[in-house]
C-alpha cells in the first residue's frame, strides 16, 4: 500500500480509534509474555481472525483500566465499521508491512490453537530478522 491509500485508509477513523489500536498493538508486542499483554494479543488476533483464534470474553478482565477502554475501542471500531482487515490498519497506522507475521508469530508463541505450523512460524522468523 503506497502512502497516499494508507493516508486515505487511516482518514476513515477518529484519532481516537487509531491510538486505541497502536497502543494495543504496542501493549501486545512488548508484553506477550505478561497477562495483560497476552490478553490484548488475543483481542486483536480474535478481530483479525475470529474463527481461528476465539476470544473468551471473562479474558477482559484481566486488562487494566485503559487496555479494556482501548480494546471495546477498537472492537467497537471493527465491528461498526469495518472498513478493513485489522492487520491492514494496523500496518498502514504504523507503516509496517510485517505487522500480519507479527501476529501470527504471537498466536504461535501464546500456543494459541489455530496458530501457524512451526515451519511457518520459523519462516516468518527468519524474514523478519532480515
Known amino acids: 500500500m503506497n502512502a497516499a491509500e494508507q493516508r486515505q485508509l487511516l482518514a476513515q477513523f477518529s484519532p481516537k480509534e487509531l491510538r486505541a489500536l497502536g497502543g494495543l498493538f504496542k501493549t501486545a508486542d512488548r508484553h506477550l509474555g505478561t497477562g495483560g499483554g497476552s490478553v490484548v494479543a488475543r483481542v486483536l488476533l480474535g478481530l483479525y481472525n475470529g474463527p481461528r483464534f476465539p476470544l473468551d470474553l471473562t479474558e477482559l478482565r484481566r486488562l487494566d483500566t485503559d487496555s479494556l477502554a482501548n480494546a471495546l475501542t477498537v472492537i467497537n471500531m ?24 507479527r501476529m501470527e508469530i504471537w498466536a504461535y508463541d501464546l500456543g494459541l490453537p489455530g496458530h501457524a505450523t512451526e515451519g511457518e512460524i520459523e519462516e516468518l522468523r527468519r524474514r523478519l530478522a532480515a
Not at 78 to 101: F, G
Open 78 to 101: 471493527d465491528s461498526s465499521r469495518c472498513r478493513a482487515e485489522i492487520h491492514v490498519v494496523l500496518a498502514a497506522l504504523l507503516d509496517d508491512a510485517t505487522v500480519q507475521s
